[in-house]
């Protein structure tokens, strides 16, 4: 079953056509990959499911509803989350204090004007259990804007997942990073993902994370999508290793 | 036993009370151990201080720069100054019931123009709409007294008859004085609850990342309207409470150098603490006070002083203090 569905996805910047009336699926608990060069069309493609960019025309259908018109806010609480290529993440604020404000905003706690945050143990109790899930407990009372590149991408991911999304969008979360940490980070993101059954979007311009981590690949050129298929099947298609990955696989 | 209780004590809000407690003391019997006049200087500093708190709602919570707070101090004296004039009160509840409610209207109306700016078209619009309201308090002579003010008697505090003997000074240095540092109590305790609250984390959220805030889903906008809500109303609770110390509502605090002013003291004491514009506001009220005695050229004395704040202090002397104390523990238990 289809988790999301986009119908003839349009947005274009001028002459640039950044998104160029896609007609993309994500079925239920899937880990996809969204590859293409620079300018592709993949960030664009996330920032209108996810709302950052409203389309020119075309539909997004989530979980059997229209959000195409939805706000941001509407549509996180609908179950779409993501995380950034460039880490967004509040720099002045502990790893712990990232975490809870989503589980805050979450269950709409931020609304509480006249009662402490520190008396929500619960909150600080789940925020404390998703560091360590993703291996950042030992640093909880750091402030987010003092650790290293790959734990800011790992607790970007974490902001996001800590909003128990069913949908989570993932730009770029190894890009920046060392080759020697890309894999223990995409070894924790992609564990969580698939123990709590999220449906995982992950941009990424590293193929061997792509083929290594994914389910299915979506290609993109030039704002429409090229291919789609298992990890095999893009590895095997011409016009995919032609013009995204430039040599052709065995 | 988990981790998080620990962590959580660790930074524990409350862990300012056992030094908060003894400068609250203090703050009862100082007006025992100086003189009225000292006393009043220090009632001027904690109101003030009140207003600064809620400046820094904005500034050190929320990251928004307002040049115009100066509005809501004066939306409050005048509140005060008109009831006096128009209505015969002489209660001083229903003179800040007055200015709270007049400020929740101004900051509101104020409020829903400015928060859908950010940086300087934010602080340009704060500056622009205080001029108006400035513009108004000049020009309006039949109602506002111009540049001549309106003058407002004593007040009466709490329903109970002044028992001064009618010594207007020995009034306002003790009963007059505990009144402001009840209302400060009261104001910083609210205070440092809101912003220790879900809803102030989610201010320090906007103010880190605005995107991040908007992608775990919180309102930016309404956030910042209710941020701007509040900052207002503390801001013209301070201006009640300063029209009884000056007897007299001029346009001058609602011109933009007051506006300066409060930024001024919040600056000085330092904006990314709590208690720093408190700190700020009475050490501003006496070096203000000391310069003006000092020299005529006192503007350019307190224009100094900021230059060598922003340079050689830019944490303000709480921020100092803090960054010092670890070295200074370090030192004495050698």
């Known amino acids: 079953m289809n988790l999301l569905q986009t119908t003839k996805l349009t947005r274009h910047f001028g002459d640039t056509r950044a998104v160029d009336g896609v007609d993309f699926t994500i079925g239920e608990g899937e880990v996809l990959a969204l590859i293409g060069s620079n300018g592709a069309g993949k960030t664009s493609l996330v920032n209108l499911i996810s709302g950052l960019l409203r389309p020119d025309s075309g539909s997004i259908v989530f979980r059997g509803e229209d959000v195409t018109q939805m706000s941001v806010h509407d549509r996180i609480m609908a179950g779409i989350a993501r995380s950034f290529q460039l880490v967004n993440l509040f720099d002045q604020l502990s790893l712990l204090d990232n975490v809870a404000l989503s589980i805050f905003a979450r269950e709409d706690l931020t609304r509480k004007l006249l009662s402490l945050a520190d008396r929500q143990l619960a909150v600080w109790e789940e925020a404390y259990e998703t560091l360590r899930q993703f291996g950042l407990d030992g640093r909880s009372s750091q402030l987010a804007g003092g650790i290293s590149q790959g734990e800011r991408k790992l607790l970007d991911v974490a902001v996001a997942y800590a909003l128990r999304p069913r949908l989570l969008f993932l730009d770029e979360p190894t890009s920046g990073v060392s080759t020697r940490e890309k894999a223990p980070i995409m070894d924790v993101v992609t564990s969580i993902v698939r123990s709590h059954n999220i449906t995982a979007v992950i941009i990424e311009h590293d193929m061997d994370v792509v083929f290594k981590y994914s389910d299915r690949i979506v290609a993109m050129h030039q704002g429409t999508i090229l291919a789609s298929g298992t990890p095999d099947e893009i590895r095997r298609n011409e016009a995919v290793t032609t013009t995204l990955i430039g040599t052709v696989h065995a | ?334």
């Open chain 2, 1 to 334: 036993m988990s981790t998080v209780p620990l962590v959580l004590h660790a930074r524990s809000p409350a862990k300012v009370l056992p030094w908060a407690l003894p400068l609250v003391v203090v703050l009862f019997l100082l007006p025992h151990a100086i003189d009225p006049y000292q006393t009043i200087l220090l009632a001027y500093g904690l109101l003030m201080g009140i207003g600064a708190l809620g400046f820094n709602l904005l500034l050190g919570y929320t990251g928004l720069l307002s040049f115009g707070h100066s509005a809501y101090f004066g939306v409050g004296a005048y509140a005060v100054a008109l009831m006096f004039k128009y209505l015969h009160v002489q209660s001083m509840e229903l003179y800040l019931a007055g200015a709270i409610l007049a400020s929740v209207v101004v900051s509101a109306i104020f409020g829903f123009v400015c928060v859908r700016y950010t940086r300087i078209f934010f602080g340009i619009l704060t500056l622009a709409l205080s001029q108006v309201l400035w513009s108004l308090a000049f020009k309006f002579y039949p109602i506002t007294g111009g540049t001549d003010g309106l003058r407002v008697p004593t007040p009466t505090l709490l329903g109970l008859a002044r028992d001064d003997k009618g010594d207007k000074i020995l009034f306002l240095a003790s009963n007059y004085y505990y009144y402001v540092l009840g209302f400060f109590l009261a104001c910083v305790v609210i205070m440092w609850i809101v912003v220790n609250s879900p809803f102030g984390k989610a201010l320090q959220a906007i103010r880190d990342n605005e995107t991040r805030a908007e992608f775990i889903g919180i309102h930016i906008r309404r956030y910042r309207f209710v941020a701007f809500l509040v900052s207002g109303v503390f801001t013209g609770i301070a201006g009640a409470l300063w029209v009884p110390l000056n007897g007299l509502t001029t346009p001058d605090i609602l011109y933009w150098p007051f506006s300066g002013e409060i930024v001024f003291m919040t600056v000085l004491g330092g904006f990314r603490t709590f208690t720093g514009p408190i700190v700020g506001a009475v050490v501003f009220n006496y070096l203000k006070t000391s310069a003006v005695g000092f020299t005529v050229y006192w503007q350019a004395l307190l224009g100094s002083i900021l230059v060598f704040l922003v340079l050689v202090l830019p944490t303000g002397i709480v921020g100092a203090i803090t960054q010092l104390l670890p070295a200074v523990r370090k030192r004495f238990s050698r």
